[in-house]
């Protein structure tokens, strides 16, 4: 049988004053109230006593306030997206909110029902990385005076602050630093929510190989919750890319399920096909030759984004028009991208 939870009905019943008395003390409010200090002790005590603790979602609706943020990603679980919610989470607590955490999984119904949740809850803000499709949702919470941040995906037709790296500057870096060490054929294995021609690291890449007269190459997947599905899918790209000399990960993920595929067809790291991913990740560190990554500013991303939801509840940013905060990248490079030798100056080198 579930434990029956105490109430503040409770507390006043057993210690045989108002209700309101109680709600008084445990407000902060006993001293404007001139409630004595004898008296707050004995209540303080007798709720430690208790065990009692307040209903959130109740003092929401009688403060307006519930101290809860809700916290919207593509997969929680995603080391990128833990790192970021870990460290909001602390700066969050550290103002006295918590955090409900959710993933949509790039599902646009589920992503609606969160926010559907989040409007039922009566959180005080939201953080969200959004999927495609729920535009018009986000700006019907920003209407009812939702506080609202976005990261990792901007909507044109949404008006609230954005915090977002240079998804494009970061990926045509990669490129041309393969194309500086010799390697022409390149593709671009990329995550595509929306379409190609609007995503960021897709023009940014293409750019890079315009810019040095090179033909890209994309190759654009969908979502998928099963990395095996991308295992299939990448291992089929290289089946029938044999000219591929080396390839651009969009995300992480896309990266692990590139190095199994690799690994499966038993091809060998830089010799046979050289890698970049966009996104770091502790396996590209300690895997063998080290994986090059575009490295993306965690700590900044989180500490951006919380910082100015937590400015607009606390009606400092009320009166200012949306930020759009840019962050830049990091290309670190590791032994799966080294330069390989010159094919013109290999092949003179052979005549004599």
């Not at 008006?159 to 790296?165: A, K, N, Q």
């Amino acid at each position: 049988m579930a434990k029956t939870r105490i109430s503040i009905k409770d507390i006043a019943a057993n210690l045989n004053i108002s209700k309101t008395t109680v709600s008084f003390i445990l407000n902060g409010k006993a001293k404007e109230k001139r409630i004595s200090d004898k008296l707050v002790k004995k209540v303080l005590k007798a709720v430690e006593e208790s065990g009692y603790y307040p209903n959130q979602l109740a003092k929401g609706l009688r403060t307006g306030k519930s101290n809860i943020i809700g916290l919207m990603v593509e997969d929680i679980s995603n080391p990128f997206y833990a790192s970021i919610a870990k460290k909001i989470e602390d700066k969050a607590y550290q103002n006295n909110y918590r955090i409900i955490y959710c993933s949509t999984e790039n599902d646009e119904n589920r992503a609606r029902e969160f926010l559907n949740m989040f409007s039922n809850l009566g959180v005080d803000g939201c953080i969200i990385a959004p999927t495609m499709g729920i535009e018009e949702d986000i700006n019907k919470l920003i209407e009812i005076g939702m506080d609202v941040v976005l990261f990792d995906r901007n909507f044109d037709n949404v008006s609230t602050d954005v915090v977002m790296v240079e998804n494009r500057e970061g990926i045509y870096q990669a490129t041309e630093h393969l194309i500086k060490n010799n390697y022409k054929n390149i593709a671009l294995i990329a995550l595509v929510l929306d379409k190609p021609e609007k995503e960021d690291r897709i023009i940014g890449f293409q750019e890079a190989m315009n810019n040095n007269g090179l033909t890209p190459c994309v190759f654009p997947l969908p979502f998928k919750s099963n990395p095996q599905d991308y295992v299939k899918d990448i291992s089929s790209i290289l089946k029938n890319g044999k000219d591929i000399e080396a390839i651009v990960f969009g995300t992480n993920y896309l990266g692990i399920s590139g190095l199994e595929a690799i690994s499966n067809l038993n091809l060998k790291i830089p010799e046979d096909l050289a890698i970049v991913c966009f996104d770091d990740h502790d396996l590209f560190r300690i895997h063998k030759p080290a994986i090059t990554a575009v490295e993306q500013p965690i700590e900044e991303i989180a500490q951006n984004t919380i910082d100015r939801l937590l400015e607009k509840l606390k009606g400092a940013a009320k009166q200012e028009s949306s930020k759009y905060i840019t962050l830049s990248t990091n290309l670190i490079k590791r032994n799966s991208s080294q330069k390989r030798p010159d094919p013109t100056t290999a092949s003179q080198t052979l005549k004599h």
